[in-house]
């Protein structure tokens, strides 16, 4: 709900209002302001206060202000360039003090009461189903890391979403960020997101980018939509950049900060696919003539495909593979089947587990498994014909983050599984797939920080992208 430094996620698809679905109006009596908190805030900023999809509300690094008087208004008329919407129709005045006075009472509480540590310790070995592990630090002191992926001598990227991209070389994080990086807008849940070097690094060098590229329109506003670019890293700088994809310029959005979706996965054919988020304006995933909220395909020096889906179609984009995704944030081709999966953010509960097919319709917001996070219905339709069904939704929201296929050898019973990371449930999750069903599922780790990305290391190991703090850990079996 509050918003300290980055826009939570979809808690923003409109602004919420009073509503009689709680049969409530901001003129009732002054409802109690743990409840208030628990039944429109927590999805987003967590149960305590912790952060979920949203930052947490204990630290002191405040956006817009720390003092009182702030933080009701941030609360009252919401923030457009953040993407909270406003609470001041939902909530009276009593009611917004009254949420100020819980949160410092909370934020008190948990400075008293402050854990000593926020993951296993180093010497601590968890147990799972299949396999006995230690965690290990790979890099930390970074600033929110987004996504992770190695390069064919070794070598580890990290994307940390204020705009830097960072290199683990020998086992040490270099000091200095690559030079020359592309500007992002760094704002809401924009930034340096994902990174992902070409299958034919070791020959071509290239590595790809995704982030919220901004500009003005021709009103003088401040837009911003997802692009991708491909460059080379030489001598610590960025170089050669090229533009592989860009939304077209009408299509921009001046919608808060969110929903840029952002994950690159190749096929090994020379294609690519890239996730896009609605950028809240969930409408605007049904409409083939623009280019959010939804999954595209492209060559892999940016040309569209001759046999994409909708590519002679005059109204649409011709890079579009499928439609009708809110907020793509996990993108992995199965290596035993070829098949694309995709995790997408639902609103409040209905995150997804997809099947990427080829010109299908997702849904969003047509039908959903979750609701609007005051309560109210997005629509009384969780399946239509002509729609496609999630392999799994996450009702309550997990708040589904990044994916990888496990494709080592150090844990050999996780071969194959498809592991999954969450923000709001703080959770790293195994998920044996088999036949295109989800036939059993496994919690690894939980509470110990919002995790975004997970991947395969060319070590054979399981890493894992923390938000807080900043880190990369490796899973590391126990014999």
């Not at 969930?282 to 003539?289: E, F, I, R």
Request: hydrophobic share 35%.
């Amino acid at each position: 709900m509050l918003f300290p430094t980055i826009a939570p996620r979809a808690c923003f698809l409109a602004a919420l209002i009073a509503t009689s679905f709680f049969g409530l109006t901001a003129s009732a009596q002054n409802r109690h302001a743990p409840r208030l908190y628990a039944q429109f805030c927590a999805s987003c900023h967590g149960a305590n206060m912790q952060g979920a999809s949203a930052p947490s509300m204990l630290d002191d690094t405040w956006r817009y202000g720390a003092d009182d008087a702030t933080i009701a208004r941030i609360i009252r008329e919401g923030t457009a360039d953040g993407g909270m919407p406003p609470f001041g129709n939902a909530f009276s005045e009593g009611e917004i003090r009254g949420l100020v006075v819980y949160l410092r009472e909370h934020r008190a509480d948990y400075q008293r009461h402050r854990p000593t540590r926020s993951q296993p310790q180093h010497d601590e070995v968890i147990s799972s189903e299949r396999h006995r592990f230690k965690i290990e630090t790979v890099a930390d002191g970074l600033d929110t890391p987004w996504s992770i992926a190695w390069l064919t001598d070794g070598r580890l990227l990290i994307t940390e979403k204020p705009g830097r991209l960072r290199i683990v070389e020998n086992g040490r994080l270099l000091p200095d960020p690559v030079r020359g990086t592309p500007a992002v807008h760094d704002g809401g849940q924009g930034g340096l997101l994902e990174v992902a070097p070409h299958p034919d690094y070791a020959n071509n060098g290239w590595i790809y980018l995704a982030f919220s590229h901004a500009m003005k329109n021709a009103s003088g506003q401040n837009v911003s939509m997802t692009k991708l670019v491909r460059g080379r890293i030489r001598d610590g700088a960025w170089q050669d950049e090229e533009t592989i994809w860009s939304a077209p310029p009408d299509t921009y959005r001046r919608a808060g900060g969110v929903h840029y979706g952002c994950r690159i996965a190749f096929d090994g054919k020379g294609y690519l696919f890239f996730s896009h988020g609605e950028r809240g304006t969930q409408d605007h995933a049904q409409d083939l003539s623009r280019p959010n909220g939804k999954i595209h395909r492209i060559h892999d020096d940016g040309r569209v495909p001759e046999d994409n889906p909708f590519v002679n179609d005059p109204r649409a984009i011709g890079s579009i593979w499928t439609y009708g995704n809110r907020n793509p944030q996990g993108l992995d081709f199965d290596p035993r089947t070829g098949v694309l999966w995709e995790t997408e953010h639902g609103p409040r509960g209905g995150d997804e587990l997809n099947i990427v097919k080829k010109g299908r319709n997702y849904g969003w917001p047509v039908i959903t498994h979750g609701m609007n996070y005051d309560g109210t219905p997005i629509t009384g339709e969780t399946a239509r014909e002509g729609m496609e069904q999630p392999v799994i939704h996450w009702t309550p929201s997990i708040a589904v983050c990044g994916i990888d296929f496990y494709e080592g050898d150090r844990f050999p019973k996780w071969t194959g599984h498809l592991f999954v990371t969450a923000l709001a449930q703080q959770e790293l999750r195994r998920l044996v797939i088999e036949d295109g069903r989800v036939t059993h599922q496994e919690v690894l780790l939980k509470d110990i920080s919002r995790l975004r990305d997970v991947g395969s290391g060319p070590d054979g190991l399981l890493y894992v992208v923390m938000n807080d703090p900043g880190r990369v850990i490796r899973l590391v079996p126990v014999e």
